[in-house]
């Protein structure tokens, strides 16, 4: 079947996809965005996390074909996402980020064209504090943890530790032992909290 | 395979109708799971995401009229006054993530003995509202599962709500697991208190081949608060009663040794989560919750 | 999308290749930080290749039965299917092993354990690759079982592997033992007749799973010249391609191995798991193959740590010194070898811990049985022992009546210690202190779960969301646990590492380029060696080459050693181009400034070659011009010897590495849930290289050994030796609700035979962390717990 779909901004399209096949198989294999990632395929770790029409979903739960002409967010989005949303937030103050023609700025391209390495897009606050905290190691973890951490910090951006573990509760990481990962996410909730 | 795509209720049973064998996934929460490790291989899948009334849900003096595809997580936030069992039972499934997608119509369609929603409904009291192309049926809960992994369901319905009461008391939900979070019940336990018509209902979930009630305990405490007027007086429950509840509940399971936990600590754990979820409830009976109306 | 996909290299071959700033002894990020938090660094699931084909596994179903006929034709026919291979289809060598080269390819004729390799298939979609395994029609009978030490050695056992001609088959009791290791010192019958107190007990641990996140996966693609190159997420490039090239046919220099990235390791990639079968696919297609394990495979596509059964008699005078140990330990290694032999060599010469004790008789084995295979992880047979051991060390501090740290502190080994296997411990050993620093932390508030006053934060107590407690049945309990655990390859191995050096010139700055084969596997050795090029070498920008074979081995990411070897191959590396730079300078400015005679007056620092005295006599890139440096060396620790067969004695480690554990948990003590609510890590380090990397390692290890004490176990069944919970939802691993605050201490004694005096890092807090917190549950239930992982109804008695 053919599935259609707005992942990081973008409209996709994808063929042949077997019924079968989840959301995650279809970003990873067919549009060439592997940045979520599958370690258990039951919703059981969090890695595929990503946002469908908003909300954080394991990718790898959701058929293919349930996911045609929904919005999806990705780890390779965040950092938009994160930037439309201090954009929107601080929209009235200081308008037009010059976006346009940015590597990386939805709407730009039909065609998806992955960042290359060596091109320094400025990150996400969450991502930043991940690397700053040395909340990553083997970092297969990462990109579901970042996506769940930045929505938690979007409806509450000033969340207690209890708060912190609740909402990352779905995410396995097997390296860190997560102390790391909390003082990313109280990082990233403090410098956003110290830019409005 | 097959994916059927309804845009509508109708549509959703006439596809229903026409392929009975086809699988329904709403959250995915299962289905997926079964898919991904190559445990089925349904010719049909019949997506109900994009059946708008399933995601609706709708009150009225005493039910809840709750659509299958509403997510746990719109439960735990919406329904805590209405629902408050379900909505703790709700906070307790798997992740974040996994309430954010999965839906009490998906528990019931898994029909697992360990489904967290069950226990809750079976102490609230609800009855399952089905449907096909045939027409419309309602099913009390406590009749909805015939097995483990089955129900009543014919191969052409669809579960379209569950009627649940509201509230006229406290409830409340426990479930062990071997983990703080995300993690299978080795079994749970609701407890439902009615002060509108003095009864106190329970729900036992994995601890025995489907979800059920502990009827004896519920009669024999709803008796013994009848008998020493403490509906009214709301006293300190009596220890020996307290005692006898929880043998009953005990008693009501019928569990089996597997990976999760063995039988003997299930119906262990049953009993002590029955004991302090009836604490816990009675305690909040007694300043005042569900009182007032009932004095009024 | 595709246009640069070429049919050389997969595109999506991402690496670390990106400069941080920071030298030796600071927190420097990570190199490839950034690739990992935008979903840009490609781990060995991410590859794709033009034409790529799928390949997938057929598993026994049975843990060990006869394989009486294999058809194949009707998955054969399945269209999109490209190969299916079986035993007979193998061009080449049939066997590999990490030591014993005992386990089959694929099976032949018998499979010895449940989800042993039996066929594979490659096929144009996984679906279709799955679709045609399950077409293979395989005939089986069920053999009779080997699942523990009787049936193992019973008059009438099967043979797993009759006809053995290892080097361990001469000296094993029975062919059904891998290998066994005594140690003997002193006079345990003596010590025993002298003792005040003696406590015997018995002990398990459960088989724990690695349970890295990444699921195994690589991809091969096969070359022109008749070769094959391998992306491939491993711990050790060149130990898989030694074991590739026979089973391939191939001379070593055609199986080319690229490190691809890696999703967590802990030793599960220490072994073949797809390797093999991926290179014979794409050579036998002439396509580049994938595969890619689910969660559910990955739990048969590797080695687990091995589930043990230990008796230990400790015997001690009233007055608190211990007289003798006597133990023995049971080590179950599964169908085939893997690193057993090593694991009974640790288990063996650290059996006593970190203590002091002049008498002491140990035996430990491996069995060879028809369950899982076990072989490395985290610990490495050091993490039985101390359970073990440590809950002896409560035990008879208890019988003695003195505090347990006290007791332990009284007993604790110290620099100049000798070993039970007769080894002098020659650098720094702070047990004691350790545990004073441990013991000397505040201890967490009582009752958190009331701290705002308002109602009960379920999140806090036992049980969690699950809403079992509201404060009911908890009990605080507080327990302390030190280990000890080799670093580095033992008993004589030559061990070393290989590091490449290239310094040069680029844009009028010098560049510094690291070429090692060491596995980065998420523990930062990549942050580690950028660390040491620019402290060596004295320049800003240092780039790393992806790790593939064309460089020496590194050795193994594991035993706690790649920072010492390959780190310590980086600076010896580092050492010979910097003398080679300053041989070049003293060549061609050696009239300019006396300085120049006297290299050792002379570092490299900020580009600059600046005196002793702080004075600058030259600049890199002066010197190098547009010739660059390219030298690669060797660097091997002091040798070690095997521990003799009979009596254990030997100088068998390298070095010595103490952590020592503090938990605090809180106890349903009617539900028998449990809730680590602090563990506190104090650990010596030697030197701290990267100090976030380090605590992130104890934060690491500990938790891990948390997951061992209360909720990892594989569990196979007893009558058919299946694995039963082969998923995520049933092998459960710590969330972030079940981990606790982790304050740690980091000590830095340096071992003067190191490199900056470093000590390994990541094992040690593996050790001491499970019987720490079992030891805190003793304490609040007052139960034994002889087992780990302790389950519900061991403390409700269910």
């Known amino acids: 079947m053919r599935v259609n779909m707005t992942v990081n901004g973008r409209p996709y399209e994808a063929d042949d996809v077997w019924e079968g096949e989840s959301l995650l198989y279809v970003l990873r294999e067919r549009l060439g965005l592997p940045g979520s990632k599958n370690a258990c395929e039951q919703g059981e770790c969090g890695s595929c996390t990503v946002r469908l029409d908003g909300v954080p979903v394991c990718a790898c739960l959701v058929a293919a074909g349930q996911a045609e002409g929904s919005e999806v967010v990705t780890v390779e989005g965040l950092a938009d996402h994160a930037r439309q949303r201090s954009g929107e937030a601080a929209g009235a103050v200081c308008p037009g980020e010059p976006e346009e023609g940015h590597p990386g700025t939805p709407g730009t ?26 909340a990553v190691q083997c970092g297969f973890c990462t990109p579901g943890l970042l996506v769940t951490a930045d929505e938690l910090l979007e409806r509450n951006p000033d969340p207690s530790d209890a708060d912190i573990r609740e909402a990352l509760s779905g995410n396995l990481c097997r390296c860190t032992g997560y102390e790391k990962i909390l003082d990313a996410v109280r990082l990233a909730a403090a410098r956003t909290g110290e830019a409005v | 395979m097959d994916f059927l795509r309804p845009a509508g209720w109708e549509e959703a049973l006439a596809a229903k109708a026409e392929h009975p064998t086809a699988v329904p996934i709403a959250g995915g929460t299962d289905v997926m799971v079964e898919i991904n490790f190559d445990h089925r291989r349904p010719e049909y899948l019949l997506d109900l995401t994009r059946v708008a009334e399933l995601a609706e849900w709708e009150a009225t003096d005493r039910t809840v009229r709750l659509g299958a595809g509403v997510p746990y997580t719109r439960i735990i936030e919406e329904l805590r006054t209405e629902l408050p069992g379900l909505a703790l039972a709700a906070h307790t499934v798997g992740s974040p993530q996994i309430r954010n997608r999965g839906t009490v119509g998906g528990n019931l369609g898994a029909a697992s003995p360990a489904g967290d929603a069950h226990p809750a409904l079976l102490a609230a009291g609800a009855e399952v509202e089905v ?42 939900f426990s479930k062990v697991g071997t983990r703080n979070a995300m993690v299978i019940a080795v079994c749970a336990f609701a407890v439902a208190l009615h002060p509108r018509t003095r009864t106190v209902r329970t729900g036992i979930g994995s601890a025995a081949p489907t979800p059920v009630r502990a009827r004896e305990a519920e009669e024999f405490l709803g008796a013994a ?57 009675w305690e909040a009976y007694r300043e005042g919750e569900g009182r007032t109306a009932q004095c009024a | 999308m595709a246009a640069d996909r070429t049919a050389s290299a997969p595109a999506t071959l991402t690496q670390a290749t990106g400069a941080t700033r920071g030298t030796v002894g600071e927190s420097t990020p990570r190199p490839d930080g950034t690739l990992k938090v935008t979903g840009e660094f490609a781990y060995s699931s991410d590859l794709w290749h033009e034409d790529m084909l799928w390949g997938f596994t057929l598993r026994s179903p049975y843990a060990h039965a006869a394989i009486r006929s294999v058809d194949t034709a009707e998955a054969l026919a399945l269209p999109g299917v490209y190969a299916v291979m079986t035993h007979d289809d193998l061009p080449a060598g049939t066997h590999y092993g990490l030591e014993i080269h005992d386990q089959p390819v694929l099976a032949k004729d ?3 354990f449940h989800g042993e390799p039996v066929a594979i298939v490659a096929a144009d979609h996984p679906e279709t690759a799955r679709r045609a395994a399950a077409r293979i029609a395989v005939e089986y009978e069920e053999l009779p079982l080997v699942v523990d030490e009787a049936t193992a050695t019973a008059p009438d056992a099967p043979l797993l592997h ?78 898989d391609r030694d074991q590739l090239a026979p089973v ?21 990639r220490e072994d073949l798991s797809m390797q093999a079968h991926a290179c014979l696919l794409a050579l036998r297609t002439g396509r580049p193959v994938k595969i890619v394990y689910n969660r559910y495979e990955s739990f048969f596509g590797h080695v687990h740590r091995h589930p043990a059964k230990l008796t230990y008699e400790h015997g001690a005078t009233r007055d608190g010194t211990l007289l003798y140990v006597q133990c023995r330990i049971v080590l179950d290694g599964g169908a085939y070898a893997s690193s057993s032999p090593a694991v ?17 008789d140990v035996e430990a084995i491996a069995l060879y049985s028809n369950n899982p295979p076990c072989g490395a992880m985290r610990g490495f047979g050091a993490v039985q022992a101390c359970f073990a051991y440590e809950a002896q060390m409560d035990a008879v501090a208890a019988e003695l009546g003195l505090d347990p740290v006290e007791f332990r502190q009284r007993n604790a080994m110290s620099q100049g210690a000798t070993m039970p296997t007769g080894q002098l411990v020659d650098s720094p050993a702070p047990v004691a202190e350790l545990l004073r620093r441990v013991k000397a932390l505040p201890m967490p508030p009582e009752r958190d779960w009331e701290a705002a006053g308002g109602p009960v934060d379920v999140r806090a107590l036992p049980g969690g969301l699950s809403n079992t407690t509201h404060g009911e049945a908890v009990v605080r309990g507080v327990g302390y646990a030190v280990g000890i655990k080799n670093v580095g390859f033992s008993e004589g191995f030559d061990d070393y590492s290989t590091a490449r050096i290239r310094l040069e010139v680029i844009g009028g700055e010098p560049v510094a380029l690291v070429h090692t084969a060491m596995a980065e596997v998420g523990q930062g050795g ?83 070659v600046v005196t002793d005295g702080g004075e600058v006599i030259g600049d890199l890139a002066g010197i190098l011009g547009d010739e660059a440096i390219d030298l690669e060396r060797e660097f091997r620790h002091r040798p070690t010897e095997p521990f003799d067969l009979r009596t254990g004695q030997g100088f068998g480690h390298v070095q010595y590495s103490f952590c020592a554990h503090r938990a605090v948990v809180e106890v349903d003590t009617e539900l028998g849930l449990v809730k680590v609510v602090e563990l506190a890590a104090a650990q010596d380090v030697g030197k701290a290289i990267n100090p976030l990397s380090v605590v992130g390692q104890i934060h690491g290890g500990s938790t891990q050994g948390l997951g061992l004490a209360v909720m990892e176990e594989i569990v196979v069944s007893r009558d058919g030796a299946r694995v039963r919970n082969p998923s995520f939802t049933d092998y459960l691993i710590p969330t972030i609700l079940d981990t606790p605050a982790m304050p740690v201490e980091v000590l830095e004694l340096a071992d003067d035979n190191a490199p900056y005096g470093l000590r390994g890092v990541g094992e040690a807090p593996t050790l001491s962390s499970t019987p720490a917190v079992v030891a805190a549950i003793r304490a609040a239930t007052g139960r034994p717990l002889k087992r780990v992982p302790v389950r519900p109804e061991h403390l409700t008695g269910g």
């Open chain 3, 248 to 268: 391939l046919g191939l001379p070593a220099d055609k199986v080319r191995l690229t490190l691809s990235g890696v999703g967590g390791a802990f030793g599960a």
């Open chain 1, 109 to 134: 391209t039909r065609h998806p064209e992955p960042t290359r390495p060596g091109q320094v897009a400025p990150l996400a606050p969450v991502q930043q504090a991940f690397i700053d905290a040395g």
């Open chain 3, 526 to 608: 990549v942050t580690v060696h950028t660390q040491i090029a620019r402290t060596e070498l004295g320049v800003d920008r240092v780039t790393l080459h992806p790790a593939d074979t064309r460089v020496g081995s590194a050795g193994s990411t594991s035993a706690s050693r790649q920072t010492y070897m390959t780190g310590g191959a980086v600076k010896h590396a580092c050492e010979a181009v910097r003398a080679e730079v300053l041989r070049r300078g003293r060549e061609r400015f050696g009239a300019s400034h006396p300085a120049w005679a006297e290299p050792e007056r002379l570092r490299l620092e900020d580009g600059k």
């Open chain 2, 131 to 172: 449907a096909s192309v045939r027409g419309t049926r309602r099913i009390p809960v406590e009749e909805f599962f015939t097995g483990v992994k089955r129900h009543v369901l014919e191969p052409d319905e669809l579960i379209r709500a569950v009627h649940i009461r509201r509230a006229d008391g406290p409830q409340q």
């Open chain 2, 225 to 281: 608060l009848d008998e020493g007027g403490f509906w009214d007086s709301g006293a300190p429950l009596d220890p020996s009663v307290v005692r006898r509840f929880v043998e009953l509940c005990a008693g009501a399971c019928r569990p089996i040794d597997d990976v999760r936990g063995t039988a003997a600590y299930r119906r262990h754990a049953v009993g002590v989560m029955a004991r302090r979820t009836l604490g816990w409830t």
């Open chain 3, 162 to 239: 009759p006809g053995r001609r290892d080097h361990h088959a001469s000296h094993v009791p029975h062919p059904n033992i891998v290998h066994r290791q005594p140690i003997r010192r002193g006079d345990v019958a003596a010590a025993r007749a002298r003792a005040d107190v003696v406590v015997r007990r018995d002990y398990e641990v459960g088989m724990q799973d690695q349970a890295f996140l990444g699921p195994e996966s690589g991809l091969a693609v096969p070359a022109e010249d008749g070769g094959v190159d391998l992306y491939i997420a491993t711990q050790w490039l060149h130990v």
């Open chain 3, 344 to 360: 009974v060599g640790n288990a063996a010469s650290l059996s006593i811990g970190p203590y002091v004790v002049g008498n002491v």
């Open chain 3, 110 to 112: 018998r499979v010895r």
